[in-house]
């Protein structure tokens, strides 16, 4: 276990942007606040720092505590810290918060005026157009993942593989290899643009190979989502999918869950479909 005083490991990291994702989605952190602990999570070097982020939003140890193999590979079937664990990428628009309130009729009215004589009509004025609204790049959708697929290719040229891809409902998550022996690079998507999160040392080995997303069939990805989902036990808290090689193969990794039963439904299946292995297993 890792000394609340010292150096912060990813797992430490990637289970304290997991309950800064709940606090936003429970409506306890503005979009803004969210945004900005979870990058400043991500960039944490020690534990003390991961408190200061999280300390108002729940009582214990800031990161959640060691999260093990299995409970990783389900909070992110998503965003992958290295074999199985979530990274952040903050695209998600809400529209959910309060405008600004305005006081109207609250003043004494003012004597009238006397009338004045009627000015000339005026020119209706032209109607403004409406800005545009941008649509955001990724969602966890068929649609969305192929928007993503699309930014990736354009970001990385023709063919480009990773190591693993990572997917939440609001997030995209790469690991892709680093010049340095024995790192890698994380990239993740913020709006419609990658940034490189830098050179990292695995905390567990990713195995050799890399994977080309275009061999991915994203229907079938998505049809297994739906399973898992409906498969769960409980209301479904942990929902996504990691895109990586294991047991010598490159597989998609589905899993649905519920924190409060720490029970995780998970489908292993082929980049184009093929059920492995599917099943209930303990997510922590």
């Given amino acids: 276990m890792t000394e609340r005083g010292g150096w912060a490991s990813e797992a430490d990291r990637m289970a304290a942007l997991s ?154 998550v790469i690991y892709r290899p680093s010049p340095e022996r024995g790192k890698i690079h994380r990239w993740f998507l913020q709006g419609s643009t990658f940034l490189d999160d830098g050179a990292r040392t695995p905390s567990a080995p990713l195995e050799p190979g890399l994977i080309a997303f275009a061999e991915v069939d994203v229907d079938a990805m998505f049809g297994h989502v739906r399973t898992a989902r409906r498969s769960a036990a409980g209301p479904v808290d942990i929902l996504g999918v990691t895109i990586l090689r294991t047991d010598g193969r490159a597989a998609v990794v589905v899993s649905a869950g519920n924190r409060s039963s720490g029970t995780c439904y998970r489908i292993t299946t082929t980049l184009g479909g093929e059920v492995l292995t599917r099943g209930e297993e303990p997510c922590g």
């Fill in 19 to 172: 309950l800064l994702e709940s606090a936003y989605g429970e409506g306890r952190l503005s979009r803004p606040e969210w945004e900005r602990r979870g990058e400043l999570a991500l960039r944490a070097e020690t534990l003390a720092e991961l408190t200061g982020l999280t300390e108002d939003l729940r009582g214990g140890d800031p990161a959640g505590g060691h999260a093990t193999r299995s409970r990783r590979a389900a909070i992110a079937g998503a965003v992958i810290a290295l074999a199985v664990m979530g990274g952040a990428a903050y695209v998600v628009v809400r529209s959910d918060e309060p405008e600004p309130a305005t006081a109207t009729g609250l003043t004494d009215r003012a004597p009238a005026a006397e009338p004045a004589e009627p000015a000339e009509p005026a020119e209706p004025a032209e109607p403004e157009p409406e800005p545009p609204v941008d649509e955001a790049a990724y969602s966890f959708t068929p649609d969305g993942v192929r928007r993503f697929a699309a930014l990736y290719q354009e970001e990385f040229g023709e063919g480009p593989r990773a190591l693993a891809f990572g997917f939440t409902d609001h997030q995209a």
